[in-house]
């Protein structure tokens, strides 16, 4: 088998599917998107969980946007502000992303704390 690559006789018997994005190549089974893995682990934590943050940067994240509507909080991370999204907020870079992440565990470490 090639590095990097699923065996051939799985991607012709289209039990995987290749999706190729920037600078990234998914692997997945075929038929399950991330829309479907949210949906999964919102029913699985549902009594655990109060709510559900959601950071991508694909078109492949979008499914995940759509499931946590009214759900969630989700952050589109790109720097074109004319793409289209389902993503409730938008940060431009991975580095913005670091700085809201390090202001809510702020919040939590002062709420836990106080």
């Known amino acids: 088998m090639a590095r990097g690559r699923p065996p051939k006789s799985e991607v012709r018997q289209n039990i995987i599917e290749v999706l190729h994005g920037k600078r990234v190549v998914e692997l997945k089974p075929r038929g399950i998107d991330k829309g479907t ?4 682990l919102l029913r699985r934590w549902k009594k655990r969980a ?3 943050l ?4 694909d078109e492949t994240d ?7 509507k009214g759900r969630g909080v989700t952050v589109l991370v790109a720097e074109d502000r004319s793409r289209e999204t389902a993503a409730e907020f938008r940060v431009e870079s991975p ?8 202001v ?10 106080g």
Do not use: N, P
Request: charged content about 25%.
């Open 37 to 40: 893995a949210v949906r999964l």
């Open 54 to 57: 959601y950071f991508g940067d």
């Open 95 to 102: 580095a913005q992303v670091h700085a809201v992440l390090r």
């Open 50 to 52: 109060s709510c559900a």
């Open 104 to 113: 809510l565990l702020q919040g939590f470490d002062e709420k836990r704390t």
């Open 62 to 68: 979008e499914a995940a946007f759509r499931v946590l």
